[in-house]
């Protein structure tokens, strides 16, 4: 009797006097209100990130399965994500409103209890691994979204490379929110991840190097005849005076079967040559997840057939941009534009440091090369 009253209330209720908002399951799946981002998942879709830990069908990984709810009542939920008990991070209002959770919140009591715990999202770094990585992926959790070697947080850091110091990294992790109110990450608390255990991932992190944040682009531009003419921005998104500088450039462009250079433009152009004997491999675009306890994991053999064209440009410097122009002769179809997959921009300087090589870093991010630093080169898009 008193249940369908307590529902009845409950879809009624205004937002006031302590009642939960009433959660829209569909909100978290729909992708309506809630925008699919970066750190969306297929089932636990929401921006947050949730999903990163507790499995992207709520079914548990890094952190508890929560699907079915665990039994838990919208205060003791709310609680869990607002104030946390453990090393679940702190998500504040204005990255996470109460609408948002009340959505969430919904959407995990419509799914069906998990029979058993899924895997963790990424494996936990072995026991022979450095113990920053160990306490960013198996104890804080940084590594189930930023990946076995923090690639990204390395890379925005290398951004603002000559402001970063402990302090500057402390505070973006403990009053993340107050630098992006609507940011994906939550805040970690100072209390349960104390400066001491931070430092040590600070100490990791930085052990491997700061990155260049390189970024380039390849489009479509002028056609004419059966000759197209790709353009290839590279960027430094590096803030001018404090980011890294990328020295020692080399970019090189896949030839797609069926074409034939017709000209190039951009200071540094060398020529053709086989991809073999660069001396390079391509970008790959995804981090490969570990297959063993070891955390071990073997780079793909990369695929060196074909030609390149080759760029050698010494250096690009923060808020710096390089662009350059290749015409082939050919056809332009989808064959072509994914014969271009493994172009890649490479730097000599900054690399890995010795912290970030084997045997140091058994657990790694092959996306990474053992020489210099690199970023794939996205294929154009048809026009
Ligand atoms: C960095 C990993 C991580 C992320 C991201 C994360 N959690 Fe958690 N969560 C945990 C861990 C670990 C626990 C276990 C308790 C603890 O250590 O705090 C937990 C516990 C919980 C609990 C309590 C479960 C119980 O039975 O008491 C809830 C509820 C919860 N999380 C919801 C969420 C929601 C909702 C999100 C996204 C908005 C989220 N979590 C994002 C790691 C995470
Ligand atoms: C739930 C996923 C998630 C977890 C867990 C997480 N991060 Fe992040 N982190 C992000 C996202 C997303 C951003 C980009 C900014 C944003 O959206 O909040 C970011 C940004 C950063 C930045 C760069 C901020 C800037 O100035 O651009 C650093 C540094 C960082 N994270 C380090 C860490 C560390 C260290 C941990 C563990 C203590 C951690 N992150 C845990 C998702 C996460």
Same mark, same amino acid.
């Given at each position: 009797?008193?249940?369908?009253?307590?529902?009845?209330?409950?879809?009624?209720?205004?937002?006031?006097?302590?009642?939960?908002?009433?959660?829209?399951?569909?909100?978290?799946?729909?992708?309506?209100?809630?925008?699919?981002?970066?750190?969306?998942?297929?089932?636990?879709?929401?921006?947050?990130?949730?999903?990163?830990?507790?499995?992207?069908?709520?079914?548990?990984?890094?952190?508890?399965?929560?699907?079915?709810?665990?039994?838990?009542?919208?205060?003791?939920?709310?609680?869990?994500?607002?104030? +946390?008990? @453990?090393? %679940? =991070?702190?998500? *504040?209002?204005?990255?996470? &409103? $109460?609408?948002? /959770?009340?959505?969430?919140?919904?959407?995990?009591?419509?799914?069906?209890?998990?029979?058993?715990?899924?895997?963790?999202?990424?494996?936990?770094?072995?026991?022979?691994?450095?113990?920053?990585?160990?306490?960013?992926?198996?104890?804080?959790?940084?590594?189930?979204?930023?990946?076995?070697?923090?690639?990204?947080?390395?890379?925005?850091?290398?951004?603002?490379?000559?402001?970063?110091?402990?302090?500057?990294?402390?505070?973006?992790?403990?009053?993340?929110?107050?630098?992006? +109110?609507? @940011?994906? %990450? =939550?805040?970690? *608390?100072?209390?349960?991840? &104390? $400066?001491?255990? /931070?430092?040590?991932?600070?100490?990791?992190?930085?052990?491997?190097?700061?990155?260049?944040?390189?970024?380039?682009?390849?489009?479509?531009?002028?056609?004419?005849?059966?000759?197209?003419?790709?353009?290839?921005?590279?960027?430094?998104?590096?803030?001018?005076?404090?980011?890294?500088?990328?020295?020692?450039?080399?970019?090189?462009?896949?030839?797609?079967?069926?074409?034939?250079?017709?000209?190039?433009?951009?200071?540094?152009?060398?020529?053709?040559?086989?991809?073999?004997?660069?001396?390079?491999?391509?970008?790959?675009?995804?981090?490969?997840?570990?297959?063993?306890?070891?955390?071990?994991?073997?780079?793909?053999?990369?695929?060196?057939?074909?030609?390149?064209?080759?760029?050698?440009?010494?250096?690009?410097?923060?808020?710096?941009?390089?662009?350059?122009?290749?015409?082939?002769?050919?056809?332009?179809?989808?064959?072509?534009?994914?014969?271009?997959?493994?172009?890649?921009?490479?730097?000599?300087?900054?690399?890995?440091?010795?912290?970030?090589?084997?045997?140091?870093?058994?657990?790694?991010?092959?996306?990474?090369?053992?020489?210099?630093?690199?970023?794939?080169?996205?294929?154009?898009?048809?026009?």
């Amino acid at each position: 009797m008193i249940g369908p009253v307590l529902v009845a209330l409950m879809l009624a209720a205004p937002q006031s006097d302590g009642a939960p908002p009433v959660g829209n399951p569909d909100n978290v799946t729909s992708g309506k209100v809630v925008p699919a981002g970066r750190f969306s998942t297929p089932d636990l879709h929401h921006p947050r990130g949730c999903g990163w830990c507790h499995g992207i069908h709520g079914d548990g990984g890094f952190g508890p399965d929560l699907a079915g709810g665990r039994g838990l009542s919208w205060e003791q939920f709310r609680r869990a994500v607002r104030d +946390p008990w @453990g090393f %679940m =991070p702190v998500y *504040s209002e204005s990255q996470l &409103p $109460e609408q948002a /959770l009340a959505d969430i919140f919904a959407y995990i009591n419509t799914l069906p209890v998990a029979t058993a715990p899924g895997p963790r999202y990424w494996r936990a770094a072995p026991p022979t691994a450095p113990a920053g990585q160990r306490l960013a992926m198996n104890v804080i959790g940084c590594g189930q979204c930023h990946e076995p070697e923090q690639k990204f947080p390395r890379t925005w850091l290398g951004e603002v490379a000559k402001d970063v110091t402990f302090e500057y990294f402390a505070d973006l992790i403990y009053n993340h929110s107050t630098k992006f +109110p609507r @940011g994906s %990450m =939550p805040d970690f *608390s100072r209390e349960r991840i &104390p $400066e001491v255990m /931070l430092r040590e991932v600070y100490d990791w992190m930085k052990g491997i190097g700061w990155r260049a944040s390189i970024g380039a682009s390849f489009a479509v531009g002028q056609r004419g005849g059966d000759r197209t003419t790709y353009t290839l921005t590279a960027t430094n998104r590096g803030q001018a005076g404090k980011g890294l500088t990328a020295e020692g450039i080399t970019v090189f462009v896949r030839i797609p079967s069926g074409t034939t250079v017709a000209g190039a433009t951009g200071d540094g152009y060398v020529g053709t040559m086989r991809l073999a004997q660069l001396g390079l491999e391509p970008a790959l675009q995804y981090a490969p997840h570990s297959v063993d306890d070891s955390g071990h994991v073997e780079r793909p053999v990369p695929d060196l057939s074909r030609d390149v064209a080759v760029w050698r440009v010494k250096q690009l410097g923060p808020a710096e941009k390089l662009t350059l122009t290749l015409t082939l002769q050919g056809p332009l179809n989808e064959e072509v534009i994914e014969g271009f997959e493994g172009s890649t921009i490479h730097w000599a300087n900054p690399g890995r440091r010795p912290a970030g090589s084997p045997p140091v870093m058994v657990y790694r991010d092959l996306r990474i090369p053992d020489n210099g630093d690199h970023e794939r080169i996205a294929p154009p898009k048809m026009p």
